[in-house]
């Protein structure tokens, strides 16, 4: 599986993004895919995820409300609408996914997903 994270740029506090995620080499539809991100000094950090199979989405606190993650199975790809953000949202977003779920537990684990996209860098100005 090959992911291809897309959309990130420069945008002021308040503003939205929506970031793509085209996967290669398998149906998103039978992966789980998340949302990771990582800001400077800090360490990844889960932001969303959409289960294998399972429709809900699940979100990091800091974002529930503002973040929407969702799947076009038609084009292969996860997207996540940001809303309302704010420049603790900064970091270099990434795609991530499993073949395996992941199970409930481990969902906000880094661990738990074996494929990785290169990343977008979002950028938000106060």
């Known amino acids: 599986v090959q992911l291809q994270a897309s959309g990130g740029g420069l945008v002021q506090a308040g503003g939205s993004l929506r970031l793509s995620c085209v996967a290669s080499?398998?149906?998103?539809?039978?992966?789980?895919m998340a949302w990771f991100r990582q800001a400077p000094g800090k360490e990844r950090e889960f932001v969303a995820a959409?289960?294998?199979?399972?429709?809900?989405?699940y979100y990091e606190d800091s974002v529930k409300g503002r973040f929407t993650i969702s799947r076009d199975n038609g084009k292969n790809t996860v997207y996540l609408q940001m809303n309302n953000l704010k420049p603790e949202d900064a970091a270099v977003y990434y795609c991530?996914?499993?073949?395996?779920?992941?199970?409930?537990?481990?969902?906000?684990?880094?661990?738990?997903?074996?494929?990785w996209g290169p990343g977008t860098q979002v950028t938000v100005s106060s």
């Open positions: 080499g398998r149906s998103v539809s039978n992966l789980g």
């Open positions: 991530a996914a499993s073949a395996r779920g992941p199970i409930l537990s481990n969902l906000r684990n880094v661990g738990a997903y074996g494929y």
């Open positions: 959409s289960r294998r199979y399972n429709s809900n989405p």
